[in-house]
């Protein structure tokens, strides 16, 4: 009988945290250009300019970053999902992330994994996704 007890326990658990992880899943949608340049006018605003903390602010508005562990890679190379190389770009945002890595100075963390990670192809793609904004205009 505790056997039965235990597993019904377990499995309700597993179901909770199922649920949990799919609602904070389905909350976070692809952002679109628009969305991008709006988040980066308030955040020029809030930072007085200064290009690290309005980088950081902007992808914390874009659901890309948290102070705990930085880039999510996944976020990220599902907005570039197109490109057809989203294992590689994990692996590039997740090496930047860690090498950058400096818990006490979130702003050039942030920073610094960004310019490490878009060094290469995937500099360009951010290019091409923020011209879209021009395109649609």
């Known amino acids: 009988m505790n056997h039965l007890r235990l597993e019904i326990i377990c499995w309700s658990c597993l179901l909770i945290a199922m649920a949990v992880s799919t609602e904070a899943a389905s909350v976070w949608k692809l952002p679109t250009a628009q969305m991008v340049y709006e988040d980066l006018e308030k955040c020029r605003q ?3 300019e200064e290009d690290a903390p309005t980088l950081r602010c902007l992808v ?4 890309l970053w948290t102070d705990e562990s930085g880039y999510n890679a996944r976020r990220i190379a599902k907005i570039f999902a197109g490109h057809n190389q989203m294992e ?13 890595q400096d818990t006490s100075h979130l702003d050039d963390w942030a920073f610094l994994a960004y310019r490490c ?3 290469g192809q995937f500099g360009h793609w951010v290019k091409d996704f923020m011209s879209q904004k ?4």
């Open 88 to 100: 590689e770009l994990m692996l590039v945002v997740e090496h930047c992330n860690r090498k950058e």
């Open 46 to 48: 809030e930072s007085l």
């Open 60 to 63: 914390k508005k874009m659901g």
């Open 134 to 137: 021009e395109v649609e205009r």
């Open 117 to 119: 990670a878009t060094s």
